[in-house]
């Protein structure tokens, strides 16, 4: 099978839909298919990332519209334009996969704003908060399957924008084969030692506000507890402008590493915290759990999919930093349950590995080039 991704992205990382597209690549590529990646680098050089971002599906439909191939799985909004001109009902597949859907990032922004929480510039009703969502949403429609990381997600494309049930699936994200098999190293009791590991982008959709409260809480309660954020895109200073003078020498930041080295960097920690305000499937924090932390994440679709409260991990309120710091101290207070949510939480993320959700995701190329 030949098979193309396109991915609005930068190559060169290993986190975010560009993790997700190696991932995928590198088991296709070992059941022996032929695959290759259309981003931002196929642009010209020195585009500023807007010019980049409104140009790109122009470029994948110039490129791919006669192009040789079986599949072509384009991140949402990627393949708008190739297909609203491609023959329909011809090869190749068009595939409509989601990193995260617009559609529910914008409500969830509007939202967010509403509370007083996020403050919205002019521009962004023009581009985030209206033309790319329109564009997401033609893709959906136009492609001949559409992929979508949890069942909200699926719902609303269904429910709310018009994307046929038949070709509206649910796909896992996975983790790479250096995460998974490892064994759960012995911790130091919670009451002498309790680190606290955030992983991810350090962004108002990602919640930092309220992540800093519930942190700023359990610092000030607990003497013992420390916290590293991992991957924050941010330097350390505008991180620690969000926590109070005294507590920043406990808060040690990260702002990017090498997925190699994550298990390194969470040994010894405990807990893994999200206050996510939309997620799509986080893979963070199914890291983390690969890793031995148990998750402490707020209840919503994405890390739903694989954290059940109080079988492998904790459920918070969102927007609620006082709720997640009353979460992480019940983990302190109750040594038990906290030893069973890590067992149950480093097998759960045994399950999700790339080999498994590439095979899954053939099936479902054969099964949309077969109708």
């Known amino acids: 099978m030949r098979i193309e991704f396109t991915l609005h992205d930068e190559p060169g990382s290993d986190a975010g839909g560009m993790g997700v597209t190696s991932g995928l690549t590198r088991v296709y590529r070992e059941l022996?298919?032929?695959?290759?990646?259309?981003?931002?680098?196929?642009?010209?050089?020195?585009?500023?990332?807007?010019?980049?971002?409104?140009?790109?599906?122009?470029?994948?439909?110039?490129?791919?519209?006669?192009?040789d191939l079986d599949v072509v799985d384009a991140a949402t909004g990627d393949g708008w334009i190739l297909g609203l001109l491609r023959r329909r009902r011809r090869p190749?597949?068009?595939v409509c996969r989601s990193h995260g859907m617009s559609y529910l990032a914008d409500r969830a922004n509007r939202e967010e704003a509403r509370r007083g929480n996020l403050e919205l510039s002019w521009k962004y009703p023009l581009y985030w908060?209206?033309?790319?969502?329109?564009?997401?949403?033609?893709?959906?429609?136009s492609a001949d399957l559409c992929l979508y990381l949890n069942e909200q997600e699926r719902e609303v494309a269904i429910e709310e924008l018009?994307?046929?049930?038949?070709?509206?699936?649910?796909?896992?994200?996975?983790?790479?084969?250096?995460?998974?098999?490892?064994?759960?190293?012995?911790?130091?009791?919670?009451?002498?030692?309790?680190?606290?590991?955030h992983i991810g982008s350090y962004l108002p959709h990602k919640?930092?506000?309220?992540?800093?409260?519930?942190?700023?809480l359990v610092l000030e309660r607990h003497p013992q507890a420390a916290a590293t954020l991992l991957g924050t895109g941010a330097d350390r200073d505008s991180v620690h402008a969000d926590f109070p003078p005294a507590l920043r020498e406990r808060v040690t930041v990260i702002p990017s590493y090498p997925r190699a080295e994550l298990p390194a960097l969470l040994a010894g920690h405990a807990v893994a915290a999200s206050a996510s305000i939309r997620e799509g499937f986080?893979?963070?924090?199914?890291?983390?759990?690969?890793?031995?932390?148990?998750?402490?994440?707020?209840?919503?679709?994405?890390?739903?999919?694989?954290?059940?409260?109080?079988?492998?991990?904790?459920?918070?309120?969102?927007?609620?930093?006082?709720?997640m710091a009353a979460a992480i101290e019940r983990l302190l207070a109750e040594p038990e349950l906290f030893g069973r949510l890590r067992a149950?939480?480093?097998?759960?993320?045994?399950?999700?590995?790339?080999?498994?959700?590439?095979?899954?995701?053939?099936?479902?190329?054969?099964?949309?080039?077969?109708r």
């Open 282 to 323: 986080p893979l963070g924090t199914i890291e983390a759990m690969a890793c031995g932390l148990v998750p402490v994440v707020t209840d919503i679709p994405g890390p739903t999919q694989y954290v059940r409260d109080g079988g492998n991990g904790l459920l918070v309120p969102v927007a609620d930093g006082p709720a």
């Open 92 to 94: 190749p597949l068009l």
């Open 129 to 141: 908060g209206g033309l790319r969502p329109r564009q997401d949403t033609a893709a959906m429609r």
């Open 32 to 67: 022996g298919h032929e695959v290759g990646l259309l981003c931002f680098a196929d642009l010209p050089a020195g585009l500023p990332f807007m010019a980049k971002t409104i140009a790109f599906p122009g470029l994948v439909a110039a490129r791919l519209r006669r192009a």
């Open 344 to 370: 149950a939480a480093h097998a759960t993320a045994q399950r999700y590995s790339w080999e498994r959700v590439g095979r899954e995701t053939l099936a479902l190329y054969e099964e949309g080039l077969g």
């Open 207 to 216: 919640g930092t506000r309220h992540l800093a409260a519930a942190l700023t």
């Open 162 to 197: 018009g994307v046929s049930p038949e070709k509206a699936r649910i796909v896992d994200n996975g983790l790479p084969a250096e995460l998974l098999g490892r064994e759960l190293e012995p911790l130091a009791p919670l009451g002498e030692q309790l680190r606290i590991a």
